[in-house]
């Protein structure tokens, strides 16, 4: 897609570009408007999608959010469009997340952003996906390790790689985490409504479905949730899965919605360029999802920060895409300027 011209084909494309980011359960807690008298999308949170259990702060939906914010400028950059970002515009409105305004590159001012870079990860959103399988027992070269901090810094943010001492003790909290939910009926029900299974999973619009769980530990060792839990899915095997992940942190230096916005905005700039240098990913906020195993999360010797999410990146199978909601349900197009 190259375009000039903001008509209604080019923010819907926009906008499905912008969904295409990962997001907590596949729970896609996001809805746009798109003020066409001010050449405007607007970013909500959509709290119907909310889980109020597992993520009671709203921060996870608050990631998701980010990560499509940032899929969203990757898109306008592709389409030769330039972003004006405000976070949180609207103190009264917290559900209103960010305004974005566009303008035609020919005719916006100074450019000093990284337009550049960003154009370049476009090919990466539609490739990008999360893996639940087994990763070979290969190292992430340094350069690459290098490059993937340098871009979660570029949105302020903090990614670490996790030596082999806090790469146990994260998947200790994993295993600590899967432990409290299987006595945990709350936590059971979100899981139990964000996983399409049996006929469900072949026409589902969001979600984790069963194809996309991937294949159950067979030693129990894994850094990812088991979407499965206790419940059988027929035809899912076994795998041995990598003995040494590697596993990175991404941290912010506040613990605020903005802090959240700007990590879901790192956090997909790092999968992109990832995903750009031929490596699969997967994520993790189980042992994030309770205060106490949060705090044991970060490295107590280099890790600075809140830890806002946990990476597992390797050399391995992409994983399936898994589905996404239409654009007519999450996108608004109106004329009406927004009075802020």
Do not use: K
């Not at 899915?233 to 990598?242: I, S, W």
């Not at 010797?301 to 239409?326: E, F, I, K, N």
Request: charged share 25%; glycine share 8%; net charge negative.
């Amino acid at each position: 897609m190259s375009v000039r011209q903001l008509d209604t084909r080019t923010v819907t494309a926009l906008v499905a570009d912008a969904t295409a980011a990962p997001s907590m359960h596949n729970a896609q807690p996001w809805r746009f408007r798109y003020l066409s008298d001010a050449h405007t999308l607007e970013l909500y949170a959509d709290l119907s999608r909310a889980m109020h259990r597992t993520d009671p702060g709203d921060r996870a939906l608050h990631i998701g959010c980010g990560a499509a914010l940032f899929n969203l400028r990757v898109a306008a950059a592709h389409a030769g469009l330039t972003c004006a970002v405000r976070l949180l515009p609207d103190p009264a409105d917290p559900q209103l997340l960010a305004s974005v305004h566009l303008t035609p590159a020919a005719t916006a001012p100074d450019d000093t952003d990284d337009t550049d870079d960003l154009r370049a990860l476009y090919p990466a959103i539609a490739r990008r996906h999360t893996s639940r399988h087994p990763f070979e027992e290969r190292d992430v070269p340094e350069d690459v390790r290098a490059a993937l901090a340098a871009e979660a810094a570029r949105e302020g943010a903090e990614l670490l790689f996790a030596g082999t001492w806090h790469t146990e003790a994260v998947l200790e909290l994993v295993r600590d985490a899967e432990s409290r939910d299987a006595l945990d009926a709350a936590a059971a029900e979100d899981l139990a409504r964000w996983t399409r299974r049996g006929p469900d999973a072949g026409t589902a619009v969001d979600g984790v479905p069963e194809y996309a769980f991937g294949p159950r530990p067979r030693d129990g060792r894994s850094a990812m949730r088991d979407f499965a839990g206790r419940r059988p899915v027929a035809g899912r095997g076994g795998a041995a899965f990598e003995r040494h992940p590697h596993l990175a942190l991404l941290s912010t230096q506040g613990d605020t919605p903005a802090d959240w916005l700007l990590a879901g905005q790192a956090l997909e700039r790092v999968l992109l360029r990832a995903t750009d240098a031929g490596l699969a990913t997967s994520l993790t906020s189980h042992p994030l999802e309770r205060g106490d195993l949060r705090m044991l999360a970060r490295d107590p010797v280099s890790g600075r920060g809140d830890v806002q999410m946990v990476l597992r990146l390797g050399h391995g199978p992409s994983g399936p895409a898994t589905p996404r909601r239409p654009v007519t349900e999450v996108l608004e197009i109106t004329q009406r300027v927004r009075e802020v």
